[in-house]
């Protein structure tokens, strides 16, 4: 069973950092894709950030230089660092898993809750 269970939200001024947490089981961490996505009210969910078991990584061209996507495997966590925050990245930021490589597309069958980023001007 996949479950995926979100935490680090919060409200930040732009600039400031924050680090979202994904936790999940070792099976999930071991055997799915797992990516970071956002959406932000009346827009679509987007892409923010993938990692793959081999180590590859994707960011979204927005956020490149800005986040970071980590996984500990010991902890079966998924991170996401967020540093430079604007108040465009106002948004719930969910992770997500699934056993296809749908790398930054919003297909993945199995998401978290989500936590609410928000970031003040």
């Known amino acids: 069973q996949v479950q995926l269970v979100e935490s680090g939200g919060g409200s930040v001024q732009a600039g400031g950092s924050l680090r979202l947490s994904c936790a999940g089981n070792r099976y999930t961490f071991n055997t799915y894709y797992l990516g970071w996505f956002r959406q932000a009210p009346g827009k679509e969910r987007e892409g923010v950030a993938a990692i793959r078991s081999n180590g590859r990584i994707l960011y979204a061209d927005s956020v490149k230089g800005r986040f970071t996507i980590s996984k500990d495997n010991a902890k079966n966590t998924l991170y996401l660092q967020m540093n430079s925050l604007k108040p465009e990245d106002t948004a719930m930021y969910y992770c997500?898993?699934?056993?296809?490589?749908?790398?930054?597309?919003?297909?993945?069958?199995?998401w978290g809750q989500g936590t609410q980023v928000t970031v003040s001007s």
């Open positions: 997500a898993a699934d056993l296809i490589d749908y790398e930054l597309g919003p297909y993945y069958n199995y």
